[in-house]
Nanobody, 115 residues
């Protein structure tokens, strides 16, 4: 069974940095596409960053150049390094992967950026 658990969220000021972690079990992070989504109040959940099994990365236009997705295969963790945070980055951040077994989400971690 695939399990994803996010951590690293918190309350920061605009311009600060945070690093989110997604600890995975039941699937090697190097063998599947891993996504970070966020849910901003009043908006639909949106894809923020993606790392494919071959290591290719993709970013939403709103975060490109500020956020970096990476993975640590031995620890089976996917990271989202967030720099130059903006108030509009506030939301709940979720880790996601889709495998043959299903579509898996973590419980999310709250990121709040104050002005």
């Amino acid at each position: 069974q695939v399990r994803l658990v996010e951590s690293g969220g918190g309350l920061v000021q605009a311009g600060d940095s945070l690093r989110l972690s997604c600890a995975a079990s039941g699937i090697p992070v190097g063998r599947t596409t891993m996504d970070w989504y966020r849910q901003i109040p009043g908006k639909e959940r949106e894809l923020v960053a993606r790392i494919s099994s071959d290591g290719a990365t993709e970013y939403a236009d709103s975060v490109r150049g500020r956020f970096t997705i990476s993975r640590n295969r031995p620890r089976n963790i996917v990271f989202l390094e967030m720099n130059s945070l903006k108030v509009e980055d506030t939301g709940v951040y979720f880790c996601n992967t889709i495998t043959r077994s299903g579509n898996f989400w973590g419980p999310g971690t709250q990121v709040t950026v104050s002005s």
